[in-house]
Each structure stands twice: as structure tokens, then as C-alpha cells.
């Protein structure tokens, strides 16, 4: 692996907060979302990864060699946007329901810092509002930024495989009608969800 530091654009006697400061501004440029549609969508998948291996990997040694679990910031503790801090706090609440407050949560965190993990809360918010399109590509991003994540890869794919019995395209937020088939989306599409989050909520599936 190239010298972390260096891809950052820092220094190694850098603060921590002089080097947070570095990862968001690379990321609010190489943002794969900025490039969806473009020619470069490849080109800044590939340096956004980058720029999270090196700040995970800047982290890792500052912690005296713990891994950070391949998402940046989730090793800044209860105030970071990792395991123990706002998605921590988001997935507790999708488990519960509280989709409107998950979401709200969720919306406010900083287009800099919306990582695989991001995406893929926004797809299991998404889901559970029976917008199964746009949960799609949320969970395609996630995978994307983070390949090698299975809980992102088993969401993506149950997903791909609950709705293609319907035999028509997924649901979207922009969609005005409903139906009995948008209804057995919905549900199979929550317990694909839950059991994701490590609940059930349709014991036969």
C-alpha cells in the first residue's frame, strides 16, 4: 500500500483533526455520486476507495494497530458516524420502526462522510418505505464503495431475488399509484430488512 499520508495530502506529525479535515475535502471531490452518469464514474470509484483505505489505515496505526473494520470513521468513537456512533444509533431505529426519525438522522449527516455504510442505511430506509428502485441502487453504491462487505452483498442480493417473481420494474418514491403487488413488495422487502438487522418480521420467509 502506498504511504497513507501521502495519499491524503498530509503530513505525519498532521492532527488528527488536520487529517479528518484532508479525507472530507478529497471526498466531497472524488464523491462517487458527483460522477454517476459521467465517464469518470470508474476513475473516482477507485480513488475514493483509496482515500478510505488510507485514512482507515492513518487510523489503524493511531490506534496502536486495532483494525477500524474497512469504514472510515468507524473508530472516532460515540461522536463518529461508525458502529458505535449516529448509524449505530440509525440501525437501532430501523429495527424499530422509527423509519421518519432514521431518516431524518440519516439526512444529516455530511455529504463528505456518506460512505458504503451511508448507502446502505439509506437503501434499508428506502426499503422499508416500499421504494425498492431506489433501494436498489442504494445498496448497488454501498457494494460498490465497499466490496468486500457481506451484510451490503446478502442486502443487495436478496433484494435482486425477492422482486424478480413480480415481473415488472421495482417501486419508486416517484410512484403515485399502489397496489396489491406494491403491498407484497413492501413486505417481503421489510423482512428482507429485518432479517439483515438480525430481526424477522415474516417468520415463513
Known sequence: MTDPYKTLGVSRDA??????????????????????DSDLADVANEKMKEINAAYDEIQRQRAGGSTSGGNSYSSTGSGGYGTSGT???IRVLINRGAILEAARLLAAVPV??????WHFLQGCIQLRR?????????FDTACSLDPAN???AQMRDQLRQRTQG???PYA????????????????????????????????CC
Not at 463528505?112 to 455504510?117: F, G, K, S, V
Not at 410512484?175 to 415474516?202: F, K, P, Q
Open 15 to 36: 492532527t488528527d483533526e488536520d487529517i479528518k479535515r484532508a479525507y472530507r475535502a478529497l471526498a466531497r471531490k472524488y464523491h462517487p455520486d458527483k460522477y454517476r
Open 150 to 152: 457481506a451484510e451490503y
Open 130 to 138: 416500499g421504494w425498492t428502485f431506489d433501494a436498489q441502487q442504494s
Open 87 to 89: 448509524y449505530a444509533q
Open 166 to 168: 413480480f415481473g415488472r
Open 112 to 117: 463528505a462522510d456518506r460512505n458504503a455504510e
Open 172 to 203: 419508486t418514491a416517484s410512484g403515485s399509484s399502489c397496489s396489491g403487488c406494491d403491498l407484497c413488495t413492501g413486505l417481503l422487502c421489510a423482512d428482507c430488512c429485518c432479517e439483515c438487522m438480525g430481526g424477522d418480521l415474516i417468520g
